[in-house]
């Protein structure tokens, strides 16, 4: 439901509507409300230190540590990006381009499987045994449980949603011109 939306917002009905710079303001108020939305919720996860540690326990310590602060600046610059797109800072709607650009770009590492099986084993939602028996062979013998994996493909759409909408509304000549 939340997809047509943001195409209303994104690919204009009509060129020739009396009211361009409403349309505009209401497409960046409903996609920057969703972007703080998903910034909130991903810096409360990544404070949670204990979780966090589980989910990525896999890689090394120092690699654990670079990730997490890593992590949180880009929170922190997503947050500061914000405000500059809220003030109509052409300067700051560039940034948050290539926020987009370089989240799209990097979602294999943002969502890894193993992290994913971390947090069902961690939280329980998937007890380990079944974790083991529905695990199916794909690619040359890698083994995943589709449950997990559908998890994770549904992880991946999310950003690609959002962040790919985010993207194409803020390239729009018009939007570019109200910041200019």
Not at 67 to 94: D, P, Q
Request: glycine share 4%.
């Amino acid at each position: 439901a939340v997809i047509p939306i943001f195409t209303l917002f994104v690919f204009p009905i009509n060129t020739c509507q009396p009211k361009p710079r409403l349309r505009i303001a209401l497409g960046t108020t409903l996609l920057l409300g969703v972007f703080l939305l998903r910034i909130l919720y991903e810096a409360a996860f990544i404070l949670d230190l204990n979780h966090y540690a589980i989910m990525f326990r896999y890689l090394p310590d120092y690699i654990l540590i670079i990730r997490f602060l890593f992590s949180l600046l880009l929170r922190i610059v997503m947050l500061v990006t914000f405000i500059g797109v809220i003030h109509y800072s052409n300067t700051f709607r560039k940034v948050l381009i290539w926020i987009c650009v370089f989240t799209l770009l990097t979602l294999f590492w943002k969502h890894p499987y193993q992290a994913f099986e971390n947090i069902n084993f961690y939280t329980g939602s998937i007890p380990f045994p079944l974790l083991l028996d529905k695990s199916q062979s794909i690619l040359g013998g890698i083994q995943v449980n589709p449950e997990i994996f559908n998890r994770m493909i549904q992880a991946y759409l999310q950003d690609i949603f959002l962040y790919g909408a985010i993207l194409i509304f803020f390239s729009n000549r018009h939007v570019k011109a109200m910041y200019q």
